[in-house]
């Protein structure tokens, strides 16, 4: 699975929002009905897509990687201890998907990403990212310049 491209989505008469064919195709065969959004947890303004697959087992490493063997048994028996797995699970929504790979945007969503009349949609290679398509822009420009900035120091070490 890997979701590639940046495609401006307009929002059709009707308000949904239209997953394109090669986003969908990257959902597991069995698992191409629907989809999960979730906010992303450090970025105000952006929510994140995965399969339910892909957002269960990304659920499973977040829980063994913050929580430890011994964590997850105290999260599920304390429930003042911090679950950053159930923090994300608690504001993910399961998206149905119409044949055609349009969707309604949950009210929650929309208003985070300020939605007017569309929303860019970010392959992020394991995962996918809807945007608000002027802050994308903005995003856009300073990671360019962070990426030359990077390949710039890839020859650094070569004098």
Known sequence: MAFRSEILIKLDKKGRVLLPAAFRDELPADDRGAFVLYHSPNLPGVVNGNSRAGFDAMLDRLRA??????????????????DPAGYLSASARTIAMEPDGRFSLPSE????????????????GDKFQLWNPDRWQARRDSDRDKMAAFVRGLGAGDA
């Open 109 to 124: 969503f929309a208003s985070v990403l300020d939605v007017t009349d569309g929303v860019m949609l970010v392959g992020k």
């Open 65 to 82: 990687e913050a929580l430890g063997p011994k964590g997850a048994l105290k999260v599920a028996l304390d429930d003042e201890a911090f």
